[in-house]
């Protein structure tokens, strides 16, 4: 197993636009969410996505209950924390990828299939990027502006969440998950932060950190995700055979736009959790002394110099927590243990191969991580900008660029503007069809109407299985017959060269004919998960 495990995404994005209502007041958020999801359930092409009415089935939403033993009086919830009510004037709906598209807390929201590994989980997230453009092109043919943002904070003080979710044995026990799993959620955004220019909740003070999230932390353990946010949620929802599993809600991390970064992020924690359930003697003597105060610390030093207090006393650097956890899990890999002893699974070896390069990198010249660790290739950036143009961090044009950073329209965001190297990461390949094959999102084959493209074999090539297909198409173009993409010469190799290590954010442009008429771009039909 390794870092294999089922686990999935849920991404809230940023909403913006220059719409009006009837008497002249700005369009409302929850408005404007309703527009998105309502359009690419419209726009998509028959069988894509249900309508967005079609509802929601709340038979196993418990979001009151506490993985501590005990549920919370709904009399004594804020109202965001009740999602197992259903609200008929709410859009939502199911995608044929085994998705979920609606609208949460103001914000239109995409909620990925369950996968079994990390590098599927980024696939459809990517999945995600190009539904949520696919609905702001919809509304652009009928004359109605919105703009969607892959971030997690306005700089306004406002913060909405990208979630993670991880099934682990309901035989662990909840307070030693929670214990050895704070420690490397407060240093994970050293490998695995998005940036962001602001300190403090509402950015009162200038400068520059690496997570969007570690502000808005004020507990340690806790149940609520839209207030008094802990390091560690404790809902108790595990949408799968209760008294076996447990669904692990990681509220902590950050929208990424690099492939790289998502990879890491999801795939170190795997190995981390993994870690606790099989040797968690190894990572016993790391619990920090203050956890919310080191988070905000660690993040507010783009250095990486910054120590923190270890209960024991001991001083370590953000970088020093994470390598530790990174050595715990190469040690329990090299065990013997029955659950990193898989011959099919060449993912573990992947992740902790990158997780080692990463970590070496950043000890030895952190601006050299700027092809895999996303906060680092933005602050670059914005520094480059600050010294052409003689800008502090409180000028306004840096904090716009931030916001720019995560813009969803290719034609205006900075990832997507960063051409790539010769060679690229082939993992982008758009996962909008069909939903994952080992999880129970899949409820169907690839359609009729699908077709394949001249694809090729790379067998072994980068950790990948044997028989793993890459596009073959050399003209720089996307290729017609399938969701993947191609760059001259570069045939789906992978490379860190490029800041992003990533193709371009689409598959086609949104004058393509493959997208409006080839069934292999789109999602094939659904039934309910």
Partial sequence: MGVRRVMGIETELGITSTQLDPAGRPVTPMVLSGQVVRAYAAGAAPGAALPSGAGWDYADETPLRDARGFEMARALADRSQLTDVEDPTIATSVLSNGARFYVDHAHPEYSSPEVTGPLAAVRYDRAGEEVAWGAVRTLAEEGLEVRLYKNNVDGKGASYGTHENYLVPRSVPFDRLARLLIPFLVARPVIAGAGRVGIGQASER????????????????????????????????????????????????????????????????????????????????????????????????????????????????????????????????????????????????????????????????????????????????????????????????????????????????????????????????????????????????????????????????????????????????????????????????????????IPPRRACSPSSPARTSDPGLLPVPATRP
């Fill in 206 to 501: 200038p400068g520059f950190q690496l997570s969007q999230r570690a502000d808005y932390l004020e507990a340690e353990v806790g149940l609520e995700t839209t207030l008094r946010r802990p390091i560690v949620n404790t809902r108790d929802e595990p949408h799968a055979t209760p008294h076996l599993h447990r669904r692990l809600h990681v509220i902590v991390g950050d929208a990424t736009m690099a492939d790289v970064t998502t990879y890491l992020a999801l795939g170190s924690l795997s190995a981390v959790l993994r870690v606790i359930e099989t040797h968690p003697e190894l990572l016993e003597g790391m619990p920090l002394a203050h956890p919310v105060a080191a988070a905000r610390a660690l993040s507010h030093d783009p250095s990486l110099q910054v120590t923190v207090p270890l209960a024991d006393g001991r001083e370590m650097t953000g970088l020093d927590l994470v390598e530790a956890h990174l050595e715990a899990a190469e040690r329990a890999a090299a065990s013997g243990h029955e659950a990193w002893d898989d011959p099919d699974d060449t993912e573990t070896d992947e992740v902790l191969g990158r997780w080692r390069e990463v970590l070496d990198t950043l000890r030895r010249d952190p601006s050299q991580a700027a092809g895999q660790v996303e906060w680092v290739a933005k602050h670059q950036l914005l520094e480059r900008f600050r010294e052409r143009g003689g800008a502090g961090w409180d000028d306004p044009r840096i904090a716009a660029m931030d916001i720019q950073w995560h813009d969803l329209d290719p034609r205006g965001a900075w990832p997507a503007s960063c051409a790539p190297p010769a060679s690229w990461s082939g993992w982008s390949r758009r996962r909008r069809s069909p939903p994952p094959s080992r999880s129970r999102r899949r409820t169907h084959g690839p359609g009729s109407g699908a077709r394949r493209c001249g694809a090729t074999a790379r067998p072994g090539e980068s950790g990948r299985r044997p028989g793993t297909r890459w596009c073959s198409s050399t003209t720089g173009a996307a290729c017609a017959g399938c969701a993947w993409t191609s760059r001259p010469a570069a045939a789906g190799r992978l490379s860190s060269g490029c800041w992003t290590g």
